[in-house]
């Protein structure tokens, strides 16, 4: 069955500190992968992707995601966190269905940038 | 270019009432998804619509709920006899899903703002 997992409830980081929320997806076949962010009472807004190409994928905000196919994972890193990017973080995967681009998402962490 | 539209932002039903849920996709896109959103969790996959066109609903509920895009108009996500356990947040996404013909592009879905429904 398809899933993805995202170990941290919760993830706090000094501001000005790097940042790392982990996620580790179960997938037959080639995953797409993304990355969200959902504000209070907000919708979720896209932060970036990976599909095919270069394993390190380039998005939002300053984010970034490394796809490592060899341990299924897909962390999003931010080299330098700023308080504004506390928010509720979703993984989620597509599976690699011609029919059906539907997204399976994490539960989610919270990150919580710290003054 | 206005974003994914969702009407009402909040819904308030008594036990056994219908909710009828409303989105307007981005202006250019075709493709609707429904997820719902409980209290502390995740997303999960409901429907995914095309105009007049059910592609996938394996995550709707079998019995209560429908889902509709109509050629004309916003997409319907309906619930009858609504439940307590149907409280929740109910986001839509609408995708270009560009691409080759019969060949899924894996663009990425823009969500609207959710409707919350709460059941008294």
């Known amino acids: 069955a398809q899933s993805v997992a995202q170990p941290e409830d919760q993830v706090n980081v000094a501001e000005g500190n790097p940042l790392t929320v982990k996620c580790t997806y179960s997938v037959s076949g080639n995953p797409y992968l993304f990355w969200y962010v959902q504000y209070p009472n907000r919708g979720l807004q896209f932060l970036l992707k990976?599909?095919?190409?270069?394993?390190l994928v380039k998005g939002s905000y300053g984010f970034e995601a490394e796809f490592n196919k060899s341990q299924t994972s897909f962390h999003l890193k931010k080299p330098s966190a700023l308080v504004s990017d506390s928010a509720l973080y979703f993984c989620a995967v597509s599976p690699g269905s011609y029919n059906t681009d539907k997204l399976i998402f994490g539960t989610g962490t919270r990150l919580q940038v710290f003054p | 270019n206005a974003g994914v539209m969702q009407n009402p932002r909040h819904l308030v039903r008594r036990r056994g009432q219908e909710a009828r849920l409303r989105c307007s996709p981005m202006k250019g896109h075709s493709h609707v998804y429904w997820y719902r959103q409980l209290p502390e969790e995740g997303l999960k996959f409901m429907v995914y619509l095309q105009k007049e066109n059910i592609i996938d609903e394996s995550g709707m509920p079998k019995e209560r709920f429908s889902a509709e895009f109509p050629k004309e108009g916003p997409s319907i996500l309906r619930i009858q006899q609504v439940v307590r356990g149907d409280s929740a947040a109910y986001f839509c996404?609408?995708?270009?899903?560009?691409?080759?013909?019969?060949?899924?592009?894996?663009?990425?879905?823009?969500f609207g703002p959710g409707t919350r429904l709460t059941v008294l």
């Open positions: 990976y599909i095919t190409g270069d394993n």
């Open positions: 996404a609408s995708s270009p899903r560009l691409g080759l013909a019969g060949k899924v592009l894996h663009n990425e879905q823009f």
